[in-house]
């Protein structure tokens, strides 16, 4: 028997929604470096500078690309709108080959007309800002499914992995609605792995806790005690929460199916 020392994603064909920057990006590098051909994915061109983190995404395809091993391709489109996902999806597996990994990371707490829904609790919400906040999250999530998982479902090969929150499993009295959505995904996630069974495409979730990304450090007061980077009481890296969605793609999860794992140091610790 032979050990694998890392995992190793040759031959596949990742898309990473999301990705032109924070935890989607690292996922990709992640994916790229263990052999994958990638496509990064984001709403917009700009996106990636919102926070700094690339001067685009055709900028960021550029510098991946260079890296290799595997081919990095660029995709625009709008989660949240089915023609916008079937026009990415074409263009990924047109430039790439058929989709075997997929992962869902684009979203967030998100205003329909950007920033964070102001209010943001259970009763006030405005219907706009909890339709914005439902279709960035779960619906996005759900039309990226419905597009490339019968793919995957055909050629019995394909593990797609999701993004829940932290705020998907406690109540909270901010966040109400985005909470509402990352719970609809873990769900869904559940609902969809068994529907895959007979197909042998597995599908899971991962839960981060607060995680260290440009957009997080940019837009809230962070407590230095959690900035050590080294006990179990801090702020995730984006590196670590990178590390569980390779695990959960890897063939070393090959028997790991309809779970939901909790990145986040213990910080919710229950059944
Ligand atoms: N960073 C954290 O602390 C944390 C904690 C728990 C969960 N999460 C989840 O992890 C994921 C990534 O978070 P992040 O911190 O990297 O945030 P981020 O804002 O840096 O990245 C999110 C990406 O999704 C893209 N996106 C948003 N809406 C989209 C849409 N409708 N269509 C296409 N792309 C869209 C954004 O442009 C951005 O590139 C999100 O789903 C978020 O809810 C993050």
Not at 126 to 147: H, I, K, P, Y
């Amino acid at each position: 028997m032979s050990i694998p020392k890392t995992f190793n994603f040759g031959g596949a064909v990742a898309l990473v929604t999301g990705s032109g920057r924070g935890l989607g990006r690292m996922i990709a590098e992640t994916l790229l470096a263990g052999g994958a051909h990638v496509a990064l994915h984001d709403i917009s061109e700009d996106a990636p500078a919102a926070f700094g983190e690339a001067e685009s995404l055709t900028a960021l395809a550029k510098e991946l690309s260079a890296r290799g091993p595997g081919k990095v391709v660029s995709v625009l489109g709008d989660i949240s709108k089915e023609a916008d996902v079937a026009a990415l999806v074409k263009k990924v597996e047109d430039s790439l080959g058929p989709i075997s990994i997929l992962v869902n990371c684009a979203g967030g707490d998100i205003a329909a007309k950007g920033g964070k829904p102001n209010p943001n609790d259970a009763l006030n919400i405005s219907l706009e800002d909890m339709q914005a906040v439902m279709n960035r999250n779960f619906v996005g999530t759900m039309l990226m499914c419905r597009a490339v998982v019968p793919g995957m479902a055909k050629r019995q090969k394909g593990a797609v992995i999701n993004f829940g929150s932290l705020n998907g499993h406690i109540g909270v009295v901010s966040e109400v609605v985005y909470g509402c959505a990352k719970a609809a995904i873990l769900h869904y996630t559940r609902c969809l792995a068994l529907e895959m069974k007979p197909n042998g495409v597995r599908v899971n979730a991962i839960s981060p806790g607060p995680t260290t990304t440009a957009r997080f450090l940019a837009t809230r007061a962070t407590d230095p005690s959690k900035m050590d980077g080294v006990s179990l009481e801090r702020y995730a890296k984006p590196q670590e929460i990178a590390d569980a969605v390779a695990f959960l793609a890897s063939d070393q999860a090959g028997f790991v199916n309809g779970q939901v794992l909790r990145v986040d140091g213990g910080m919710t610790l229950f059944a």
